[in-house]
Nanobody
């Protein structure tokens, strides 16, 4: 059974940092990539960053570049999203999701993150609230 479990969300002041974790189980690492998405109230699900589990190829949304870093701890089967210089606009529920590597490779080559419907498995999300 595939499981993706997010943790690390919370309340932080603007300008602060958080590190989100996505514990991955039941997936073959060489066949999948992990993406982080977020959804603010009343808005659609937005891709933030994604990373290939086998090669570490990372892609970021414009809103995340220079502030967020996605990384992998293969030994712990965990993907992290380090978020710095947080802004009130970053307030959302953050989800991690798994996408097939072949699709991720195409997206990465295009410098984009494919929409949520390209991802096969999802976690339940973790709330991030940034106070101004």
């Amino acid at each position: 059974e595939v499981q993706l479990v997010e943790s690390g969300g919370g309340l932080v002041q603007a300008g602060g940092s958080l590190r989100l974790s996505c514990a991955v189980s039941g997936l073959a690492f060489d066949e999948y990539a992990i993406g982080w998405f977020r959804q603010a109230p009343g808005k659609g699900r937005e891709g933030v960053a994604c990373i290939g589990l086998s090669d570490g190829s990372a892609t970021y949304a414009y809103s995340a570049k220079g502030r967020f870093t996605i990384s992998i701890d293969n030994a712990a089967s965990t993907v992290f999203l380090q978020m710095n210089s947080l802004e009130s606009e970053d307030t959302a529920v953050y989800f991690c999701a798994a996408e097939k590597s072949v699709i991720h490779s195409t997206a990465h080559a295009l410098g984009t993150i494919f929409p949520a419907n390209e991802y096969d498995f999802w976690g339940r999300g973790t709330q991030v609230t940034v106070s101004s």
